[in-house]
């Protein structure tokens, strides 16, 4: 309204070069406050935007309701965190959170890591008792006599010779340094050859490889689970073979990649069956 009562006074009063002059700087103003219109509504567009991402979050989890419980535990957590104000607290609740964040994502990828704890073999048991896996597939790497036989050890082999009872197909291959089974020796040494035969006996297919063939293939020497086409996993050992990391990976190209592993280090591989039908003693 003020800016037509000035052009109204000045078209009015004034001569025509003032008329132009003045009318150039309105259309330049109102130029300016067009752009700066456009200019704000982008930014609250795109704070709008964000508010939407943000409430996506919750109303996608809102239907997975043991999920969404946890994230609503975890939202409460951190706002409680927001009222703290040490900030030696604050400093190592932010490294905290950004390891949590971390494995959150690498679940999130089909990734689920076990370091130095043997809590592993709970999800171990859960999946070998998956009324849909019908065949486990595992490679043994045993660098000591004491591999699988602490409790922890004697407990999963215990869930292995019961799926093998119930009829899960179960085939492992054992790969043996030579102060177990030296070369030229019929069969392993008596340190570890009733850990393979109680296996061969609860109906596990073994097969046994020596640890000196795959000089030349040392991405073979592994101890890894093939769980039919769910999963597979990757233990890492001491020299005592107690766990020092065990990773499951629900990825498919993780578990292709770890069934061609398997075939090929099954062609190193002898089956312990032919080795007993073989032995001096049967024959």
């Given amino acids: 309204m003020l800016g037509s009562l000035a052009m109204a006074l000045v078209c009015a009063l004034a001569p025509l070069s003032a008329q132009i002059a003045v009318l150039g700087a309105l259309i330049s103003i109102l130029g300016g406050l067009f752009v700066s219109y456009m200019e704000q509504e982008a930014e609250r567009e795109r704070h709008r935007n964000e ?36 900030l030696i607290l604050r400093d190592i609740a932010l490294l905290k959170l950004a390891s949590l964040a971390g494995q959150i994502e690498s679940l999130a990828g089909g990734s689920v890591v076990f370091a130095g704890t043997e809590t592993w073999r709970t999800v171990y048991e859960k999946i070998l008792r998956s009324p849909d896996i019908k065949e486990y597939r595992s490679i043994s790497w045993v ?3 004491d591999y699988w036989q602490d409790a922890p050890g004697r407990q999963s082999m215990q869930i292995n010779f019961d799926s093998a009872h119930r009829g899960l197909h179960i085939e492992r291959i054992i790969i043996l340094p030579h102060d177990l089974w030296p070369k030229g020796r019929h069969l392993p040494l008596e340190e570890i050859l009733p850990w393979i035969q109680q296996q061969h006996d609860h109906g596990i297919w073994i097969l046994l490889v020596h640890e000196s063939d795959l000089s030349s293939e040392t991405d073979l020497l592994v101890d890894l689970g093939i769980y039919g086409d769910r999963a597979m996993g990757v233990q890492e050992v001491d020299e005592r073979a107690r766990t020092l990391r ?8 993780a578990i292709r990649l770890a069934k061609d592993r398997w075939e090929r280090l099954a062609l190193y591989a002898t089956s312990f069956r032919s080795l007993l039908d073989q032995s001096p003693a049967n024959g």
């Fill in 51 to 86: 508010m939407l991402e943000k409430l996506a979050i919750p109303l996608a989890l809102a239907s997975e309701h043991d999920l969404y419980e946890q994230y609503l535990a975890i939202c409460h957590g951190l706002m409680e965190l927001a009222q703290q104000t040490d």
């Fill in 143 to 145: 660098r000591c006599k």
């Fill in 246 to 253: 065990f990773v499951l990976q629900f990825d498919p190209q």
